[in-house]
């Protein structure tokens, strides 16, 4: 890795490794979202082949998906979702996205995951009705976090349930929708992974209020504040964690105290919320969502394309990062050759879910029908060119 390469990763992981006080500092004034549209309306992103920045790393169709198909098909009525979040379920192809993000894992894996992947989206397309400071949101995080450290058998390491509310909440259906799930988790994992996967949930959790804040404000946040919130929000460290622990039989634990194993797990994240954010600005600016990375950057920049250009550097740096930190991790000569290999594996399938859930946004596999429903969600099929370029009108 070059120094200056070196240099870009160090800065950005700075970025990352700052919590909480990033968004408490004083911040100068921001431009509204309203300013930030009228401003980039008429640019057109380019994005190039992302392909290549993971070309070295594993990828792959599961061969179970059209059994997965049949299998989730009515899963998507468990999950206590409003009928506009289940069809934007539908709409996502969830089977396609498992089956990229595990090509190597077995039906009953595949099946679990995306019951998963099912679950989680449901909480988020929940969250995002949330306003900041409202009491609702509030009384659904307390008490999401203690009725699931129950579910996964960790009670009294998070608190207890306040049972004094009025039971009739829309909330409370979802946040109950963990139980077969958690049941499956305490048969899976030993209770320092499950704590683990606990873990991840409150930081997704207090993203999301971190996220709310920001869309309420109606203001654009710094990068910096942006970077720190979409860190704990995108939602993939959750599904990272999972992915290694798949692998990690009779090593769980590994994947995710270990301060090289934390590290891991972050770059990979923030790979993946970074590729988020290119191919969903365009999407995000029309809907007049624009808590967008490269939104932000297109503004203090004064152009989309130039900010395009800035994230591609940092995700190639950041690839580059993971190889290095995963090398560092197998070339540890205290484990055991069955520690390596588990690790092996855990870094495999790490790479396995950030590069099936590329291909799930760019393009599916699945035939016409599956493509015009990726179409629907990221609108890219029409706008990419034979050598993978991608040119989007952001205000078309």
């Not at 798949?246 to 301060?259: D, H, T």
Request: glycine share 6%.
């Amino acid at each position: 890795m070059s120094a200056s390469t070196a240099g870009e990763t160090q800065s950005l992981t700075n970025v990352f490794a700052e919590g909480p006080h990033v968004s408490e500092t004083r911040q100068p004034e921001r431009p509204s979202f309203e300013e930030v549209k009228e401003e980039l309306a008429d640019q057109t992103l380019t994005i190039p082949n992302l392909r290549l920045l993971f070309e070295h790393w594993p990828q792959g169709v599961n061969p179970a998906l059209e059994s997965l198909e049949h299998a989730i098909l009515g899963g998507v009525e468990k999950f206590g979702m409003k009928p506009e979040h289940r069809e934007s379920l539908v709409e996502a192809n969830v089977a396609h996205f498992a089956a990229q993000c595990w090509p190597e894992a077995d039906l009953d894996i595949l099946k679990f995951s995306a019951h998963l992947v099912m679950w989680t989206w449901g909480i988020e397309g929940y969250t995002d009705t949330l306003v900041a400071g409202q009491e609702t949101a509030n009384n659904f995080r307390s008490e999401a976090k203690s009725v699931w450290s129950s579910m996964l058998e960790l009670s009294g390491l998070n608190g207890a349930r306040n049972d004094s509310r009025e039971p009739a909440l829309q909330y409370r259906t979802l946040i109950a929708s963990f139980k077969p799930l958690a049941a499956r988790c305490c048969q899976m994992f030993d209770p320092e992974s499950r704590q683990l996967l606990l873990d991840e949930l409150f930081v997704y959790l207090k993203g999301t209020e971190l996220e709310a804040n920001m869309r309420s404000s109606r203001q654009m946040p710094s990068h910096d504040r942006y970077l720190h919130m979409r860190t704990l929000a995108n939602g993939s460290g959750f599904f990272l964690v999972l992915s290694g622990l798949y692998k990690l039989a009779g090593n769980q634990a590994v994947v995710g105290r270990s301060p090289p194993w934390v590290e891991l797990k972050k770059t990979a994240a923030t790979i993946n919320f970074l590729v988020n954010d290119l191919v969903s600005a365009k999407r995000e600016f029309k809907t007049g969502e624009y808590l967008n990375s490269i939104l932000l950057r297109a503004h203090d920049l004064h152009s989309v394309d130039a900010s395009a250009a800035e994230c591609i550097i940092r995700i190639k740096s950041l690839v580059q990062e993971f190889d290095h930190q995963a090398q560092a991790i197998l070339a540890d000569a205290t484990q055991t050759d069955k520690a390596r290999t588990a690790a092996v594996g855990a870094i495999r399938a790490m790479r396995s879910f950030n590069v099936g859930s590329l291909e799930w946004r760019l393009k599916t596999a699945n035939g016409d029908r599956a493509a015009s429903l990726n179409v629907k969600r990221y609108g890219l099929r029409d706008h990419t060119m034979l050598d993978g370029t991608i040119r989007l009108k952001l205000g078309q």
